[in-house]
């Protein structure tokens, strides 16, 4: 399967956004079933940065120190669906957001390295 990112966009700071990650073609239980479901923020002139992993099978998830408390992550096995809910968003939060599939497991998957199936990315744009 394929990874497809939607539900970027221009938001003021203080709003919250939903991201979602689908596949395309075949999907996550057929390709995924065993992969961690991970998110990711590359901001301007920055590295990829870790935000949120998730067990596709069993839900377990873990953060990145930065945005705990802030960004939330789920899936839904029906939808075939990964997503990321971005709240009280800062101009800081600013830039493309990525979806990715990683084979190791969400306690480990936590660098950019780890991931083998990436999206193509979705923006997120923070005005204050």
């Known amino acids: 399967a394929q990874l497809v990112e939607s539900g970027g966009g221009l938001v003021q700071a203080g709003e919250t956004l939903t991201l979602s990650c689908a596949a395309s073609g075949r999907s996550f239980s057929a390709d995924f079933s065993n992969f961690a479901m991970g998110w990711f923020r590359q901001a301007p002139g920055k590295e990829r940065e870790f935000l949120a992993v998730?067990?596709?099978?069993?839900?377990?998830?873990y953060y990145a120190d930065p945005v705990k408390g802030r960004f939330s992550i789920s899936r839904d096995i029906g939808k075939d669906s990964v997503f990321l809910r971005l709240a009280d968003l800062q101009p800081e939060d600013t830039g493309i957001y990525f979806c990715a599939a990683s084979p190791f497991i969400a306690l480990v998957a936590k660098t950019a390295g780890h991931y083998d199936h990436w999206g193509q990315g979705t923006q997120v744009t923070v005005s204050s």
């Open positions: 998730i067990q596709w099978n069993d839900g377990d998830a």
